[in-house]
């Protein structure tokens, strides 16, 4: 004789009662919907985080041809106007440093966007800059090209970045 006994292969329905499948399904759906939110909350920032960055790029861009502008249309020697075209460039590369200090704020050291050292060495020459046109004294028109050298150098690092 044959000793085949048919057995129905589980289902769903054989596990648990039907107050126990309904639990198991909600439990299911929810877990599935709260996937679902955290996976578009997540894309969400994460895109809020890169129009963020791109902003903050663009204003430092922005400012820096500015200041480049500014320098290149500084005469060679010491005038009426300089101290006010100084003025401007300081304007602009102290809005790039808070700029990239906001940036820092946000996103913690990988949000830095121009490297410290560059903003000490424009500082620096700046300084020197504003010291010789007061005292009428120094070579301004090499500050004014070392200057110019400097932005041009973090122009060409900002966009290598990119």
Excluded: W
């Excluded at 430092?60 to 020697?77: C, E, F, K, P, W």
């Excluded at 808070?98 to 490297?115: F, H, K, T």
């Amino acid at each position: 004789m044959n000793n085949y006994r048919f057995r129905q292969k589980p289902t769903f329905q054989s596990y648990g009662t039907k107050t126990q499948q309904r639990l198991l399904m909600l439990a299911l759906v929810v877990l599935l919907a709260a996937t679902a939110v955290l996976g578009f909350l997540y894309i969400r920032t994460n895109v809020f985080e890169s129009k963020t960055v791109s902003q903050f790029e663009s204003k430092i861009n922005s400012n820096l041809v500015d200041a480049i502008g500014q320098v290149s249309r500084m005469a060679g020697d010491i005038r009426s106007t300089s101290p006010m075209k100084l003025g401007q460039i300081r304007q602009h590369i102290y809005a790039m440093d808070q700029i990239n200090g906001i940036s820092l704020s946000v996103r913690g050291e990988a949000g830095r966007i121009v490297p410290q050292e560059a903003f000490e060495a424009i500082y620096s020459v700046l300084e020197r800059y504003d010291l010789a046109a007061q005292t009428s004294t120094g070579n301004i028109l090499e500050l004014r090209t070392l200057l110019l050298t400097h932005l041009m150098s973090l122009q060409e690092l900002l966009n290598q970045g990119t």
